[in-house]
């Protein structure tokens, strides 16, 4: 076990200063991908926000694509600019993933509410699975922004 332990420590210690490097390239770029999937706004996104009971959904929808593209741009960049600028990049990484966590609790409660994790069809167990890692990961980098 001991040698097994070591041999895989030897193999993964030059690459653990990268590791909170793919963390935030996968947030990223999948927040990124979801708000631009949402350009330009369509009237049935519109129109189901409105039947969820969503106020100034047309307003929202602009928001919650918007807050997706610009907060996963934010988490990417938030720990480029830290390498330069550590408190303007600690602060970026940390308003972005508080972006991501408002972003991914409305969307549980209000889009994936009917799923669960561990009930429902396959489908939805696997992507409500999806939207509590980018909840989890968002909260991370609130947490601890550009810290090492």
């Given at each position: 076990?001991?040698?097994?332990?070591?041999?895989?420590?030897?193999?993964?210690?030059?690459?653990?200063?990268?590791?909170?490097?793919?963390?935030?390239?996968?947030?990223?770029?999948?927040?990124?991908?979801?708000?631009?999937?949402?350009?330009?706004?369509?009237?049935?996104?519109?129109?189901?926000?409105?039947?969820?009971?969503?106020?100034?959904?047309?307003?929202?929808?602009?928001?919650?694509?918007?807050?997706?593209?610009?907060?996963?741009?934010?988490?990417?960049?938030?720990?480029?600019?830290?390498?330069?600028?550590?408190?303007?990049?600690?602060?970026?990484?940390?308003?972005?993933?508080?972006?991501?966590?408002?972003?991914?609790?409305?969307?549980?409660?209000?889009?994936?509410?009917?799923?669960?994790?561990?009930?429902?069809?396959?489908?939805?167990?696997?992507f409500a699975s999806e939207?509590?890692?980018?909840?989890?990961?968002?909260?991370?980098f609130a947490i601890k922004?550009?810290?090492?």
């Amino acid at each position: 076990m001991n040698k097994l332990n070591n041999f895989l420590e030897q193999l993964a210690s030059p690459l653990k200063k990268y590791s909170t490097c793919l963390l935030r390239i996968g947030l990223g770029t999948s927040f990124f991908l979801h708000g631009y999937g949402k350009i330009p706004i369509q009237q049935s996104f519109i129109d189901w926000l409105a039947s969820k009971g969503i106020p100034f959904a047309d307003t929202t929808a602009h928001l919650v694509a918007w807050g997706e593209i610009l907060s996963g741009i934010g988490i990417i960049l938030g720990g480029l600019i830290g390498v330069k600028a550590h408190v303007i990049g600690n602060l970026i990484t940390r308003l972005s993933g508080g972006a991501v966590m408002v972003i991914m609790i409305g969307a549980l409660l209000i889009a994936h509410s009917n799923w669960s994790i561990f009930f429902g069809e396959r489908g939805s167990i696997l992507f409500a699975s999806e939207q509590l890692f980018l909840l989890l990961l968002g909260t991370y980098f609130a947490i601890k922004g550009n810290e090492k």
